[in-house]
């Protein structure tokens, strides 16, 4: 079992829409999760973490955690065309962060 | 800040040679990371080191890999001998204690 899965998509939606990206994680012991997003040939950039159970909302980014089904997820609204990408959910125990595979994201006109 | 430092930006070579990536962290930083990503296995932790101190190189694939990080601004991540499996991106990363992890541009490594 990988130590961070994430479904690897492709995941399409149009304009407008809600994306919905998920990921679980098998170590019950982490502690920080976090969303990355990455363009094609570009380095990893972080744009959501949360530590505790509930919602964490940030602008159209909403991350929500629920540490006891080891369940994180990541709704984008109004998804725009510049939010297509790939997205890595990572976690973090102490000290490491170890990623999913990623979904890549595209947001058609 | 210049943000997390990366050389070189391409590094194409033969198999069997010396490959050297380095990484110059962010100043103040505690942590930092070596990771490689390839379209197969996704961004893979290699080795982290807190305080220039190996914490975990479970990651690094095999003996041909090393690294080392004698000082806080400066990381090296080694390739003796280099093969064309190892071809992949090669990120650093790093941070100060558990706040957001930083990532370098990244080395596209080619082994021919």
């Known amino acids: 079992q990988k130590e961070v899965e994430q479904n690897s998509g492709p995941l399409s939606v149009p304009e407008g829409a809600i994306a919905s990206l998920n990921c679980t994680y098998s170590?019950?012991?982490?502690?920080?999760f976090f969303w990355y997003r990455q363009y094609s040939g570009k380095s990893p950039e972080l744009i959501m973490s949360i530590y505790s159970n509930g919602d964490k909302e940030d602008g159209r980014f909403t991350a929500q955690l629920n540490k006891a089904s080891q369940y994180v997820s990541l709704l984008i609204r109004d998804s725009q065309p510049s939010d297509s990408a790939t997205y890595l959910c990572?976690?973090?125990?102490?000290?490491?962060?170890?990623f999913g595979a990623g979904t890549r994201l595209t947001v058609k006109p | 800040d210049a943000g997390v430092i990366q050389s070189p930006r391409h590094e194409v070579t033969e198999m069997g040679q010396e490959v050297t990536l380095r990484c110059k962290p962010i100043?103040?930083?505690?942590?930092l990371f070596w990771y490689r990503q390839t379209m197969m296995r996704g961004l893979e932790l290699l080795i982290y080191f807190n305080n220039n101190v190996p914490i975990d190189d479970s990651g690094m694939p095999e003996d041909r890999f090393s690294a080392k990080m004698p000082n806080a601004s400066f990381s090296t991540l080694k390739i003796q001998p280099s093969e064309p499996r190892d071809s992949a991106v090669y990120f650093c990363a790093s941070r100060q204690n558990q706040e957001t992890q930083y990532f370098g541009p990244g080395t596209r490594l080619l082994v021919l």
């Open positions: 170590d019950r012991g982490s502690q920080s």
């Open positions: 990572a976690v973090s125990k102490v000290g490491d962060m170890r």
């Open positions: 100043s103040g930083h505690d942590y």
